[in-house]
């Protein structure tokens, strides 16, 4: 869950980064400009990771801040659901990534869907959409929404890719470690749910 300390270099990155992009005066640019070296300090003075490193990722945008968006597919066969094994962690994950300029966000989820499983897909309904603070995820730099999307299998056999080492389907009593900083063992029950219950309302907070 969130940590006051990251919530607040959030918030002070945010602001700095808005006051960068629409303040015309040059003494307030220079305010702003010290508030987004605070936020990377405080980073810096709470995490393992360099101040460098820290600018790069988290304080090099441009323009208004707003949430990132990460987008999931929940697929089913046989009441198991689809999961990929994350190259980057070695542990579980729903198929799925970051939203993409010029795609929808359905559009999105059976891209991740075909690159991360080998699978064709197509999406039946929308679930849900989460704000990742409020999951126990780790910490996380960035404010994410999450969204959960219900699809199915049209096409295509199941193939690991740059991203994935394997490609399984798990029941719900029974699943692999997860990679939890993109899913939880919560939100995938919440998926076994909406498959009992295909009338229930998508799910937002």
């Not at 980057?88 to 929808?104: T, V, Y």
Request: glycine share 6%; aromatic share 10%.
């Amino acid at each position: 869950m969130s940590l006051k300390w990251l919530e607040w270099a959030k918030e002070i990155q945010a602001l700095s980064q808005a006051g960068l992009a629409y303040s015309k005066d040059v003494f307030d640019l220079e305010r702003f400009e010290r508030l987004r070296e605070i936020s990377i300090e405080i980073m810096e003075e709470y995490t393992e990771i360099d101040y460098q490193k820290i600018k790069t990722l988290f304080a090099s945008e441009t323009g208004y801040q707003t949430p990132k968006i990460d987008v999931r597919c929940a697929v089913f066969q046989d009441r198991k659901i689809l999961l990929v094994k994350e190259t980057a962690d070695g542990k579980w994950s729903l198929p799925g990534g970051f939203g993409d300029i010029g795609l929808s966000p359905a559009e999105v989820a059976v891209k991740e869907l075909r690159e991360e499983t080998g699978y064709e897909g197509e999406v039946l309904r929308l679930i849900g959409v989460m704000d990742k603070k409020n999951h126990p995820h780790p910490p996380s730099p960035s404010h994410i929404y999450k969204l959960f999307f219900l699809c199915r299998i049209t096409g295509g056999k199941a193939e690991a890719s740059i991203e994935t080492e394997d490609v399984q389907f798990f029941p719900k009593n029974d699943l692999p470690p997860l990679s939890i900083g993109r899913i939880t063992e919560g939100q995938i029950h919440l998926m076994f749910d909406y498959l009992d219950n295909p009338d229930k309302p998508a799910l937002f907070e």
